[in-house]
């Protein structure tokens, strides 16, 4: 079986405000940018992205769910649920796709709630602290994985 030509690009809570939210922090780019990023890295590739963004937990999962039927691999900044959510971790590790863990703002130099994720240790690749340009790293990373090549 080879591996869909489609990545699920999962922007979770808050996320929808880039641009306004905090530009000290996640800088001036936009939701819209951060999904042409990525968008174009795939394409690099051959790869394509759906995008979702939802601050409701649920409407996330769904996404993950469905995301076992036609893509190879996810790109996921999980926002807030990052620190909170055993179901998101649930579901990525449910639907056996590797996935990358993506952080606009370096969490490790931000408050200590925010330094506990629950994703770091079941993800394929991890990215934190390279500002929207993240996204294309993650994308780029998980996708050499997904071919089979090195971690670049």
Known sequence: MTTPRRLLLVNGPNLNLLGLR???????????????????????????????????????????????EDCGGIVINAGAYTHT????RDALTGVALPFAEIHISDVYAREEFRH??????????????????????????LILLLEGQADG
């Open 22 to 68: 905090e530009p000290g922090i996640y800088g001036s780019a936009t939701l819209a940018d951060v999904e042409r990023i990525t968008a174009e890295a795939a394409g690099a590739y051959g790869y394509e992205i759906r995008a979702v963004q939802s601050n409701h937990e649920g409407v996330l999962l769904d996404a993950i769910h469905d995301a076992r």
């Open 85 to 88: 959510s055993v179901a998101l």
């Open 116 to 141: 506990h994720s629950y994703l770091t240790d079941v993800a394929a690749v991890h990215v934190v602290g390279e500002g929207v340009q993240g996204y294309a790293t993650a994308t780029r990373r």
